[in-house]
């Protein structure tokens, strides 16, 4: 574990509930899917469906990097954490293999992500030409935005690392 963790560890879950990371990472990742498919559309040259293959291209990089620089030197490091993560980053790295600097910046990537995908996708359906079944994946999106916030701040709340974390959705000493 990083040492800037190991100072700020407090008593939390050690594993989640396999139910709630099943739930958690299908909001999580469904969202992403949501987004491709508001991306797909918008720009298409030469019928390409670049902004959407970029979108997931995206993904998949800032995912296996954040499990490299922010799972792999976490207390959940080869754990069930909420999203489960820990137990993938302990079977693609080493542990404390990342940088944690370059981690919290990597981790923009969720804090960015929200706006850039509403922004774009309601420019599009004010000047493109959304189906009906666009209308409903945008409706869906903004109810899986609108779910992942408590999602988050559940996981955060029960966390050995809330009070330390960059990332926490919990204010410190917050209770279990």
Not at 62 to 74: A, D, Y
Not at 161 to 173: D, F, I, W
């Amino acid at each position: 574990m990083y040492a800037h963790f190991q100072r700020g560890a407090v008593p939390g879950r050690e594993a989640y509930p396999f139910f709630s990371i099943a739930l958690e990472n299908l909001v999580v990742v469904g969202g992403w899917l949501l987004a491709t498919y508001l991306f797909w559309p918008v720009w298409q040259p030469a019928g390409i469906p670049v902004l959407g293959i970029g979108w997931l291209l995206l993904v998949l990089v800032i995912q296996i990097l954040l499990k490299k620089h922010n799972c792999s030197g976490c207390y959940y490091y080869g754990k069930w954490c909420h999203l489960g993560w820990g137990k993938i980053a302990a079977v693609l790295f080493e542990p404390n293999s990342g940088n944690p600097k370059v981690g919290e910046k990597l981790a923009l990537f969720y804090v960015l992500s929200p706006p850039t995908i509403l922004v774009t996708s309601l420019l599009f359906l004010i000047f493109g030409h959304p189906t009906p079944a666009y209308w409903g994946v945008w409706g869906l999106y903004l109810l899986s935005i609108a779910i992942s916030f408590p999602l988050r701040k559940s996981g955060c709340r029960q966390c050995a690392l809330r009070n330390v974390c960059p990332g926490s959705a919990v204010k410190q000493g917050a209770a279990q």
